[in-house]
């Protein structure tokens, strides 16, 4: 059967980026994007470029470097932002903007203090100035789900008019249920006389968990792009996830005959690689990408998936790229064994940065026998994030027992100087931290400290990630290392770096 092509626009870069705490640096942003570029998506929008100088510049970054999908920058539909948002990806091999205004009763009365006339006129309006500008122009009615449908029908109908060359349809504050979301769709397609000259997309929130099934719903009614991000990552409860619609596109081809341009076995490199950037973990239950949507815990599962594997598996590991490493490092693998592991898993560096992460990763091989594939995402995000930050974690000592007072020592670098401090506390983290803190001159506020376990065995790599409050904002920091006291001591100056980062 003929399957039609379903368009993956990513905004992981742009609403993604909107989650509080998942605030990224220019290169971060970009190395994101070449992922997504492998990946296959169609469409990056790579940020909000008014907003401010930071997010104009990784966008231009990007368009300039990243080949394939469409660099998309997002406008209100204002002058200065779409100037802005032009200035942004003009240099985009392909480009486009994406410009958008409220369409809801109660966001024009309380929010735009417009009337329907006036959206109409500043949406058209916008959409030609961008259309003279660029070949692809994709308009958005905010809040569409809670909008007047025939308001609605004229709005999309007179922005494509002006150009637009994609409608996307927002359910902006994630209300809509699927069989309403689907006849939605449908109802808009058969009154818009002109809707055949544009693609409809659709925007799904996830604010009650049917971001991917309301875009499912819209792709069978007449939808051919969906938005989404890695990981599912957005606004408040974030948007539909890539890797979720995707796999159901592809394992649910009997009812949804669509294919999509993903090569779906760059899904878990893209959801860690963002996992590591953002340093938010992955929920261990996180449909395709979590550490046990593959794994088999009851006896019965294991001996169904030992005698036919799709007695419980509906898509195989390897389908979304999470193949069992078929080469395991230790103390004696050479450096061209190491950086073919690293380019099997999609984890490219540079000869400087091969160099120090193989150093890395000898430290670890001599602590630990095996080191797993886990192991060296930890290793190179460690290499990649280590160049961005401010404050560098030099030496540490601490002393603690059941009759000592908890102490410890620091030595960090910031930028040529070094910061050392000695604190107590109420065990060796908290000491650890303390220590951190005076070194560093600021007050904090430990909001959450998690630890896991990310390889198997007595000398597993333990990660600890923790939120920290620092000033208004809050923070995520990872740290892993053989030793649980040092993992703390990383993650808390992974967040503090954050909020270096982020109040530059
Ligand atoms: O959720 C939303 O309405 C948006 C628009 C800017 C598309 O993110
Ligand atoms: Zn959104």
Redesign the pocket.
Known sequence: MERERVFIFDTTLR?GEQSPGASMSIEQKFEMAVQLARLGVDAIEAGFPVSSPKQFDGCRMIARKVKGPAITA?ARAVDNDLQAAYDSIREAERKRIHT?IASSPIHMKHKLKKDPDAVLEMACRAVKWARQRVDEVEF?P??ATRSDLPFLCRLVEQTIDAGATVI?I?D?VGYAVPEEFGLFIRKLMEAVPNMDKAVLSV?C?NDLGLGVANSIAAVKNGARQVEVTVNGIG?RAGNASLEEFVMAMNVRQDLLPFTTGIDTRQIYQSSRLLSNIIGFPIPRNKPIVGENAFAHESGIHQDGVIKHRATYEIMTPEDVGRDASTLVLGRHSGKHGFRRRLEELGLLLTDENLDAAYKSFLDLADRKKEVYDDDLYVIVRDQIGEQLDTYELIYFNFQSGNMAIPTATVRIKSEEKMLEEAATGDGPVDAMINAIDRALGISSKLLEYNVHAITPGRQAIGEVSVTVQIEDGRYIGRGASTDIVEASARAYLNAVNRYKTASR
């Open positions: 609403d997002l958008f958005s905010e809040d996307n927002p902006t925007h929130h606004e």
